[in-house]
């Protein structure tokens, strides 16, 4: 069963080096092997997140003990986040099939470095062998943000590569600051091994991961390149880097924060205070420079950033409830902002509509679409009965509960500017057609991808209570660092 | 000794930070982010580094070798690096195409 | 394990999406019946309470005033149902309705936080559904912005208590300011009631019949709950007199009727927290009767203009005197209003007085009641009274029976609990005999005085008020207008932040790390 | 200019500073782990049978960290022929001397023997994959300077071709891998089903270390040249 961790990065690599081969059967034949093998992936990492219960799956890759090799760990928390990241691929893929017009072989050659690189990211447990993933995933991204060969595309491309190279550095910094005063990359380990550092090495090291992740995942200083390369990439890739990149990316500052540093660090040198202020900074920033976007998916971008606001603060907070929330509002922004995103990307393909006021009277042209958006619109606003309300309540509560007043203020007031926002889209939408407009239609691949994230919303909901045992039990795991430690160490 | 290594790898890291920060032209940022990377090469190989060592390619006569990891490691991220400057230069050349100026301060018709 | 009516309503209205033609206007009547009687028959002690996301929702928690209040709500929507039956209203209409009656009745039982927060949104989301089908979309978008807002204080406020008791029961310890600010938004209260006066006269009347009846009261209502101890009697009485005597300056019946609606609620508002028992029993007694009597004038504004295209009393100009029905239950819904011995204002006016501590107060509100009693005698002069010189239009229509069936049980009931008010006062185990010679002479003195004034020098008086009083909708849009020209200076300038050029953004990771580990370096 | 050159320099001195203090502390440069990671150098002989250390840990102990480095070294190939196809070549518009030609073309057969040499020798002596790569790449780089400019251009291999051969030597890492999954139960691992471990220090040693050599010096110079071609010029 360990195998399956290996094949769920490798196989992705593995079709990424083949496509080349069935270039020309792509469409149609080789599509299929696509699909099934999404399909079968998919379906695997559901059996591993069932199937492995309580206990943490150590794979050593090469068979090399831990002192010498390199190992894949699966916990709760990776397996959670790599199911999730298999759905949310496996409908990314039949939009992308529907969206990319020219060039199937290398578009989805990158796709498929994405999913590995992102897969290695969840499940490695060597400090180093993260590095790796970590670059493959940004200079995948780097080029598909800049896919469509327009200026836009390229200039935002080429900002988020200065950017994220110089956040590639800062991590390796990192990494070989670690290593040259434990002797070793494997995060258990080293966890072990973190007193022989000095505070002062030790508190340099976490600046550099948190400096270095905070710009991948698009913290409040380091926000710009988001908005520019979310809005420019192809709109499969946009969803693909908002709902599911930049998460993944936040949880390996997780993984290795907890394990490394403990929660007591961040305690002790009040780091709740950095947190806070940075989600904050976020938070307004984000929400207020989505008021005055003229484009629709630069709008959605920068409303991603106040999201990655509120994560942090709930993460922030070290709250039971604020963690838990954070997690769960990772999903719900993932599910909600993909769906933002196909619709924009459908949009630009049926349409070629980009800016907010041409969407006028869309209602009457398209229905399904326009309700959709709406059903979105309101789960990032946080309406009751809908997904995104339950986890800015969770965050709400935590933090407040936490004693930090003001970022539960600044979370409320977020979720009233992002009405407004989102309100005016959905006005321009509704506006009654002075002649009739000729209805369009859309694609099954793209009609599909976007009920199942609505689908995705409505059973993240209804499942709620299930879903929130598995995160709080997840909250607690990452807690307490020392079972991580002594599942690898003991393995 | 080591305030002298030390403060050379530190010197070319801020050398090739501060190129970053004030250099206009998008392929002289591409030599300053080399030149932040080879810091870090070289504060690889000094982890690794004995006075008396070999190289470690294991052999009967010989009893101290350096430490191969380091090298290993260093290996792998002058590939990666070399990617990442190879894909720079590539941005660097198409937006050359599209805008006709390697300034970096004339790339801005994506803000606000 | 019980649920409560509201939440069976809620449960089981998206089954009108599946109902044919007719069947869609029967079912809504049904379902309140149904809630009615499952209402009636649902025991004291039951709860219902579910683990749901670490916390427990507390669905149902018997409240002997809610209980009360649940009959009302129940009650008039069975009345409304009936009212719109020959309206073309689609099924979605009477879904979003069926939502606003439920949350409005489940909202009233729950026992914490959470649920009272998710109920109090569906309140407003499923107006804004209903909205959305009446009014433009940007009035819409105002009056959710105006939601938002309250919703939004509403949030803080459940979070600083949640920081400070670190529970969800449904009590305030801190922060009563921002459960104040939302209360007020909902319930339309004066500084706040911009969104209930630009929005009612814009949409049908038969839905603003739906939107005066739940809204506001669920509003208001929360004052008992959730701030038992906040004393707002001389506050109350100033919104009863301002919404007077804005009112009076009205001559669209929907506006004056709105502004009513604002200035009862003062009386409402001024009482619900006292400490004296009668006080506030009759707050609850005035809730109650606004529903109906609010709620029947409304039905009559409704009707006046689809008889004659508008709602306007100087236009009307008493054409309505060929319906005797309809004045008589208009005399009966403004007798209620007014506080006419015999009918269910004046008990809960009187009772409300007998709650009173503070005289400022009853002056306040005595002036109230006068100016009550002289803009309905306004409503019925232009509207029935007077003579109309003009030639008449020969309209044939009819006001159907179903609209009589449902305006007489409104005004039944409302007859019925003024003539025994113990039907609802002994539930509260209290028996109080107001059909003395003394509140029945403080109840009909104002209307005497009121009458007279009308006489001798209404066109005198209406022109003072026109002088007097500023116009509140100005400030309001001058003030909106000042601070959206601020934040678009502050949003400008930030944009011009972001200036695109990458090396601005390294200066700030640079300056961020240099920041955050200088702050490492001197905690450590 | 928004921030002064003035205040970057501020800023940049202060961070020296702060890092300057942060590697004081750092454990002396010649720092021995001990036990902890001379392990690659006591037991590495033992454990791969190679006696290239750097190649054993790349190509074994390390070997998944190899294949993500071939990964990014395949996306970046990907990535820059997809981005930058140049049609034609800004300069060396005329042909080359033929002094330079035939010096090169008789060069070139060498040079090939070279990178074999390092890719096959690779894990008893100094050199492997990557670095034997980088000189087959060097072949195809100074046939197409020499001869693919100008009138009558010739090319080593056509565009398609080397990415087939990029392909194979990134499958073929994987291929190897999972051999290791059926053989040995571990992705990877080093297996002597394929190819005899062989004695120390001999020609065929190290069981599948040899093999990931060639399929990574194929996908790096492959790499390479494909890279190479598209910054440059390309048909």
Known sequence: MNHILIWLIVSPIFLAAVTHFIKKYLVNFGFLIFLSVSIVNTCLSLLVFLESGSDILVYRVGNWSIYKGIILVADKMSLFFLLFMQIIFFFSLLFSKGYVKNDHGTFFSLFYLLQAGLTGMLLTGDLFNLYVFLEIVSIVAYALVAYDKTDHGLEAGFKYLVLGSVASL?????????????????????????????????????????????????????????????????????????????????????????????????????????????????????????????????????????????????????????????????????????????????????????????????????????????????????????????????????????????????????????????????????????????????????????????????????????????????????????????????? | MELIINSTIIILFILGLYGLLTQRNIIKLAICFNIMEASILIFFLTVGYKPEGSYPIIRPEVDSYVQPLPQALALTAIVIGASTTALMLAFAIKLYKRYHTLDIDKLRRLRG | MTLSAGILILILSPGVILCKKRWSKIYPILLSLLGLIYHHFLSVESSFVVKFFGFKLNLFSYRLSGDILTYAFLIFGLCVYIFLWSKEKDRFYYMFTLWQVGAAAAILFVGDFLSFFIFWEVISLSSVCILFREAGLSLTGRYFIYQMFGTVSLLIGIGLNYAHTGGMDLQVNTGQLFFWLAIMVKGGVIPFHYWLTSIYPEIRLETTVFLSAYTTKVGIYSLAILLPLMDLQIFGGLIAVIGVIYALKQHRMSRLLAFHLISQMGYVIASINSQIMYGQIGAIYHLINNIFYKGLLFMVAALLMDLFQTDDLMIIRGRGRRYLPLFIITLIAAGSIVGLPGLNGFISKSLIKKGLTNSLTANLLTIAGIGTALSFIKVLYYGFLCVNDQKQSSNSLRVKWHQYVSMSIIGLVCCLIGLFPFLVISRFDLTVNLFNWTDLWKGIWPIILAVILFITCFPQLNKLILQITPDLEGVFVNARRIILVQINLGLKHLQRLHSGNVQHYLVWIVLTILILWTYIAIMV | MLYSRTVIIIMLSGLFLLALLTFAELPPIFYDFADKTSVYIQEGVVDTGVTNQVTAILFDYRGFDTLGEATVIFAAALIISYFAPRKKAPMLGVRLGVLVRYGVASILPFILIFGMYIIFFGHISPGGGFTGGVVLASIVIIFDITFGFGQGRVHLLSRDTKKSIESIGLVMFILIGIWGVFFEGAFLANSSTLVEKGTLGEFVSGGMIPILNIASGLKVGAGLAIIFNNLVKEN
């Open chain 1, 170 to 491: 800062i991590i390796l910094w990192g990494i070989g600051i670690i290593y040259a005063t434990t002797g070793n990359l494997n995060l258990a380990i080293v966890a072990g091994l973190m007193q022989n550092l000095t505070p002062l090495i030790k508190g340099g090291v976490f600046i550099f991961f948190f400096i270095g992740f905070g710009i991948k995942f698009a913290l409040f200083p380091f926000h710009p390149w988001l908005a520019d390369a979310h809005a420019s990439a192809p709109s499969p890739i946009s969803a693909l880097l908002s709902g599911v990149m930049i998460k993944i990316q936040l949880y390996s500052l997780i993984r290795i924060v907890t394990v490394l540093y403990g929660i007591d660090y961040i305690h002790d040198l009040k780091l709740n205070i950095v947190f806070m202020s940075l989600g904050v900074g976020s938070v307004l920033i984000g929400h207020l420079m989505a008021l005055k976007q003229t484009n629709l998916k630069r709008m959605l971008a920068y409303s991603s950033i106040a999201h990655i606001g509120y994560i942090v603060i709930g993460l922030g907070s070290i709250s039971p409830q604020g963690v838990v929330g954070a997690f769960y509002h990772m999903l719900n922004h993932g599910v909600l902002k993909i769906g933002l995103f196909y619709f924009a990307g459908t949009l630009i393909y049926h349409l070629n509509l980009k800016q907010i006021k041409d969407l006028k009277s869309l209602f009457w042209r398209n229905p399904f679409l326009s309700i959709m958006f709406c059903i979105f619109a309101l789960g990032m606003i946080g309406i009751p009965p809908l997904n995104g309300f339950f986890s800015k309540w969770l965050i709400i509560m935590g933090v407040a509960d936490a004693g930090y007043v003001i970022p539960a203020v600044i979370i409320a007031i977020g979720s009233f500017l992002s009405l407004i926002y989102y309100l005016r889209v959905v006005v321009i939408m509704f506006e009654p057609a002075r002649k009739l407009e000729e209805r369009f239609r859309i694609d099954p691949f793209f009609a599909i991808p976007i009920g199942a994230m609505v689908v995705c919303s409505i059973l993240l909901v209804v499942f709620g209570s299930q879903i929130h045992l598995i995160l709080h039990e997840i909250m607690l795991f990452i807690r307490d660092n020392s079972t991580y430690i002594q599942a690898v160490l003991y393995s």
